[in-house]
């Protein structure tokens, strides 16, 4: 909708009564903030986009809907004012192939051909089917369509807008999974304003994922004692509310149990722990260990449950080294204490990277270290003192 009167009108109240072909009615708010396909920001142009297209009454939902736009606000030359028009749009049907009640573009844009899309299937685990979904228009492959924390089938549920980033009830948590022996313990954020947490778990990242356990008393972690050896296990957390409201699962965490389960650590110097060469030829002192410790300096209660027995231990193996920071090209060779290394250049701050690998195959963080290379801050430069003597 475009608001002028020989000139832009901002700041207006524009909302849009739309009447499907069933007869349902709803209202959508447009926008002028550059966010709403309204064009820029403040520009006297209000938009909004209408989701609702899967409640016209049939498979496709083709359809007349019939639109009165209404618009409040003040104008400089008529002062208060409210405007109406009258519009509409017709939608035409674009098929249903396999004749499962979900029309072709649907099924195409969300599922990338006419026939994948399950209608009575939950592939983003948020509560509501992928028919649902259409009729709601929301995204079926995403568990919170609007962002807001919550998942789409709580705020369903409650009466709120799926579709609406503002009415959000809930905040989400993250979920962490540590491998154990023969367990896993999964970690999350237990926010103040969760009644519990429900705990779902799949043996493939991309699902499908199944209810594990409930924390009734939200702690902080959950262990999942029926996770088995050398099988991959993936993980995400939902935080419910006294009244209900459920937040949106996050992106999975996945763990797998083994009899060696925690990483090794190390760490090395560039000669000798020196800040500064000349040469881009360095030498490396490097020390590992793949003793089990508390990964911290200060372990909690949770960080202590979490130590595996001491008899786990394998030991380093394994280390590569890079002067890039993504280790692209660096190969895994024998653990060795000293190693002569090349820097990635021969002036300015220098860094090279290290990751160790133990004998059960867990590897370590990668660890960095500089040093400068060349003249310059904190390097004086090299001078030879000759005497003179002045003859008289």
């Known amino acids: 909708a475009s608001l002028t009167d020989g000139g832009r009108i901002t700041g207006a109240s524009v909302w849009a009564t739309v009447v499907t072909p069933l007869g349902s009615t709803y209202y959508v708010q447009l926008f002028d903030d550059g966010l709403h396909g ?8 209000y938009a909004n986009t209408f989701y609702k297209t899967g409640v016209a009454g049939s498979s496709s939902g083709a359809g007349s809907y019939n639109v009165t736009v209404t618009a409040t606000g003040y104008s400089g030359i008529a002062g208060s004012f409210t405007r109406q028009k009258i519009l509409g749009f017709f939608i035409y049907s674009s098929g249903d192939d396999d004749g499962d009640g979900l029309p072709n573009e649907y099924e195409q844009r969300h599922g990338g051909d006419r026939t994948t899309l399950d209608p009575y299937g939950d592939p983003d685990g948020d509560g509501r089917t992928t028919y649902d979904e259409w009729q709601d228009g929301t995204d079926p492959l995403d568990p919170d369509s609007d962002d807001d924390g919550e998942s789409d089938g709580s705020e369903v549920n409650r009466g709120a807008d799926p579709l609406d980033p503002s009415s959000g009830g809930v905040e989400p ?11 896993v313990f999964v970690r999350y954020a237990p926010r103040a304003e969760y009644g519990l947490v429900q705990i779902y778990r799949s043996e493939s990242f991309n699902g499908p ?6 924390d009734l008393a939200p702690s ?7 996770a088995l050896n050398g099988r991959e296990y993936c993980y995400y957390a939902i935080g419910i509310t006294p009244v209900g409201a459920q937040s949106a699962p996050l992106t999975p965490s996945c763990a797998t149990p083994k009899e060696d389960p925690w990483p090794p650590e190390g760490g090395f110097l560039i000669n000798g722990g020196a800040t500064r060469t000349l040469s881009p030829n360095v030498q490396l002192t490097i020390f590992a260990s793949d003793a089990v410790s508390p990964h911290t300096d200060e372990p909690g209660p949770l960080d202590n449950i979490m130590l595996p027995p001491s008899s786990s231990a394998t030991q380093v193996t394994e280390m590569r080294i890079s002067n890039r920071g993504d280790m ?3 190969q895994f060779i024998p653990f060795a204490t000293s190693k002569p290394w090349k820097l990635g250049q ?5 860094t090279v990277y290290m990751q160790f690998r133990d004998a059960a195959g867990n590897v370590s963080a990668i660890v960095p270290n500089s040093i400068f290379v060349g003249q310059g801050p904190g390097l004086p430069e090299t001078a030879i003192h000759i005497p003179f003597l002045a003859k008289p």
């Open 328 to 330: 692209q090209g660096a």
């Open 38 to 45: 309204d064009g820029a920001a403040n520009d006297g142009l």
């Open 173 to 183: 948590t993250w979920a962490v999974a540590y491998p154990g022996i023969n367990k």
């Open 220 to 226: 902080g972690m959950v262990t999942d004692t029926t």
């Open 209 to 214: 994922y199944s209810f594990l356990a409930e």
């Open 346 to 350: 021969s002036s300015g701050l220098a």
